[in-house]
């Protein structure tokens, strides 16, 4: 399954300045753009409403953005959107027992900004 959503993961440098509450508000705001996607794919519920929870899964992120950041500032920024995806059921947990988080890729892009999220069952 793959999931297009328009907001960008911060990186973990602007995620370790923010306050609490913004952070909640943003890992809301992603739920809420799952959701959307989820609704253009078969799927139109999250599973969290209409299921068993998740298998494991493979999750692989491709990020367009207007600059390019460093791996481990990508990478650690997207937590909020796997905290988000855990709870409407995309992810029985965000722990390797039940996720494969490939490492994200990113790609210039100026005039498409999004985020891409490729969703697999391990089993």
Not at 32 to 55: C, F, N, Q, R, S
Not at 58 to 77: K, S
Request: proline letters at 9%; a positive charge; charged letters at 30%.
């Amino acid at each position: 399954m793959k999931l297009t959503i328009s907001s960008l993961p911060p990186s973990t440098n602007q995620l370790e300045r923010m306050h609490w509450a913004v952070k909640k508000r943003m890992r809301s705001s992603f739920a809420w753009e799952l959701v959307a996607a989820l609704g253009e794919t078969d799927m139109p519920l999250p599973p969290l409403l209409i299921g068993p929870k998740a298998p494991k899964r493979r999750i692989a992120i491709t990020i367009y953005r207007p600059r390019l950041l460093d791996e481990d500032n990508c990478a650690g920024g997207l937590k909020p959107l796997l905290d988000a995806m855990r709870d409407l059921g995309l992810l029985r947990n965000d722990s390797p027992k039940w996720m494969d988080l490939v490492k994200p890729v990113q790609y210039v892009s100026k005039d498409n900004q999004r985020t891409e999220i490729l969703i697999e069952d391990l089993g």
